[in-house]
């Protein structure tokens, strides 16, 4: 089990099996099952600027402020069911480390259903992502419910 102490000073533990991993970020699943952390990982930090830093920042503390004022309300409701935004984050220069904590995915964001036709790729459990909605000939792969309304 990993252990970081984020910046709002809370103490942050996860799970030391990598969830997912993409070109900046290794995911790491926390042990209460529901967030994860994002570590970005060596080649992306080298990139890392003090502006990046701050935007992170930014991002953790000054924008979720902004959406919790009332007149808001309907945009809060939304970004809860379309993102998943991050609640905290860790910088430790000495450590060369930052990651980002971010509430896990919910069931939407996976395929409930798999291909609506046999012999095509097996979806079902797998993450959305937006090549299944680009183009027509994708979208046709899908099952009529997981296309969305769009």
Same mark, same amino acid.
């Given at each position: 089990?990993?252990?970081?102490?984020?910046?709002?000073?809370?103490?942050?533990?996860?799970?030391?099996?990598?969830?997912?991993?993409?070109?900046?970020?290794?995911?790491? =699943? %926390? @042990?209460?099952?529901?967030?994860?952390?994002?570590?970005?990982?060596? $080649?992306?930090?080298? *990139?890392?600027?003090? #502006?990046?830093?701050?935007?992170?920042?930014?991002?953790?503390?000054?924008?979720?402020?902004?959406?919790?004022?009332?007149?808001?309300?309907?945009?809060?409701?939304?970004?809860?069911?379309?993102?998943?935004?991050?609640?905290?984050?860790?910088?430790?220069?000495?450590?060369?480390? =930052? %990651? @980002?904590?971010?509430?896990?995915?919910?069931?939407?964001?996976?395929? $409930?259903?798999?291909? *609506?036709?046999?012999? #095509?790729?097996?979806?079902?459990?797998?993450?959305?992502?937006?090549?299944?909605?680009?183009?027509?000939?994708?979208?046709?792969?899908?099952?009529?419910?997981?296309?969305?309304?769009?």
């Amino acid at each position: 089990m990993g252990t970081v102490t984020l910046q709002s000073g809370k103490i942050y533990h996860y799970k030391d099996e990598i969830l997912g991993s993409g070109g900046m970020k290794n995911v790491y =699943l %926390g @042990v209460d099952g529901t967030s994860v952390i994002g570590f970005y990982n060596s $080649e992306a930090y080298k *990139k890392i600027t003090t #502006r990046d830093i701050e935007r992170i920042e930014r991002i953790v503390k000054q924008y979720p402020r902004l959406l919790l004022q009332e007149k808001y309300e309907s945009l809060r409701v939304f970004y809860r069911q379309v993102f998943c935004w991050p609640t905290d984050y860790v910088y430790d220069a000495s450590r060369k480390i =930052l %990651g @980002v904590v971010t509430p896990k995915y919910r069931s939407n964001f996976f395929f $409930e259903i798999g291909p *609506k036709k046999p012999k #095509r790729p097996n979806i079902k459990g797998k993450e959305k992502n937006g090549r299944w909605f680009d183009s027509a000939y994708q979208r046709s792969l899908l099952h009529p419910s997981e296309r969305g309304n769009l």
